[in-house]
């Protein structure tokens, strides 16, 4: 009779279990376009960061916008590290093989060339909602070092449709706006490279 009971203590366990965690990180989906960009001769030298985010987006869960004035965050569905880093990291990344450039340092890490150019960005909105669509908004400026008066500065924004059932989508969709987002970057770089 006890070995019953616990057989259907343990059964009612297992049938209760909660769904395992999945964890996304983005992806750097650039490829190289045009010519190395040069500055002095050499690859043009980035820092990628930093960036401010929203604090309902500093956090691990991934998070869908339910409402105007609403955000849900998936318990079950997760970033693998901080969405700040992996952005900057993912930009960093893109930037790389866009400009043709090894020299490409990611803030907080303390790059070991002389830096040409700082990127920052102000990130106002990087979710989905509940049909599946991604938003990125993101203002962001092209700083050259030594030269306060000439500051680049851009405003991005842009969506990405996705299945809202499919997270993998989802993310993917994240990862498509980051690349197009470096995109408008590399190209500002690009023309302040050749003014110099």
Request: net charge negative; with cysteine; proline share 5%.
């Amino acid at each position: 009779m006890t070995s019953m009971l616990c057989a259907l203590i343990s059964a009612a366990g297992c049938a209760s279990r909660s769904p395992d965690v999945s964890f996304y990180t983005l992806t750097p989906e650039a490829t190289a376009t045009g010519d190395a960009v040069q500055v002095g001769g050499k690859p043009v030298a980035v820092i990628v960061g930093p960036a401010d985010f929203p604090k309902a987006l500093r956090r691990a869960q991934l998070a869908t916008r339910s409402g105007p004035n609403k955000i849900e965050f998936d318990q079950f569905n997760r970033w693998a590290g901080s969405l700040e880093s992996d952005f900057l990291g993912a930009v960093g990344a893109n930037l790389s093989a866009l400009l043709a450039s090894n020299r490409i340092a990611v803030y907080p890490n303390i790059p070991v060339f002389a830096v040409d150019y700082q990127v920052s960005f102000e990130v106002q909105r990087f979710d989905s909602d509940t049909n599946g669509t991604v938003t990125l908004i993101s203002r962001w400026t092209v700083q050259p070092t030594g030269d306060t008066a000439q500051v680049y500065v851009g405003q991005f924004s842009d969506t990405r449709a996705a299945a809202a059932d499919d997270r993998s989508a989802v993310v993917a969709a994240h990862s498509d706006l980051v690349a197009a987002l470096s995109q408008d970057i590399a190209d500002q770089i690009r023309q302040a490279a050749a003014g110099r």
